[in-house]
């Protein structure tokens, strides 16, 4: 299923923020004036939500999951759905997390392109 939505060539940028990721927020923010995303949205809540709203092809989700590694009712369901999507949940080096044990930063998305653009363009912070 390719979703007209997947193919936005510009970024819509869902982030979790937490105290801590100040300079990410800065980062999207330098990336959305120099109009190389579209959007972004600093957002709160499910992460399982927004990996679903990703999932769909219209955004990329990224997570600064920092204090403790993940449990499985964090990320293990929203990994299946991203899955079935041929969507990745990557890490900052691009490798697929284990949603069972994680901790860091966290990429999401179906646009496999755009989603390591993103990764890349922010992590140069």
Request: glycine content about 8%; proline content about 3%; overall charge neutral.
């Amino acid at each position: 299923l390719d979703l007209p939505l997947s193919q936005t060539e510009k970024g819509l940028i869902n982030f979790h923020a937490s105290k801590g990721s100040e300079r990410y927020v800065q980062r999207f923010l330098e990336l959305w004036e120099n109009n190389e995303i579209s959007l972004v949205k600093v957002v709160s809540g499910s992460p399982a939500y927004f990996i679903a709203q990703a999932a769909k092809g219209s955004t990329i989700y990224a997570n600064r999951w920092e204090k403790t590694a993940s449990k499985p009712y964090d990320l293990l369901a929203a990994k299946h759905l991203m899955d079935g999507c041929n969507g990745q949940i990557v890490d900052k080096h691009g490798e697929q997390i284990d949603p069972l044990h994680h901790q860091g930063i966290y990429f999401a998305g179906t646009n496999i392109e755009l989603l390591n653009a993103m990764r890349l363009k922010l992590l140069e912070v």
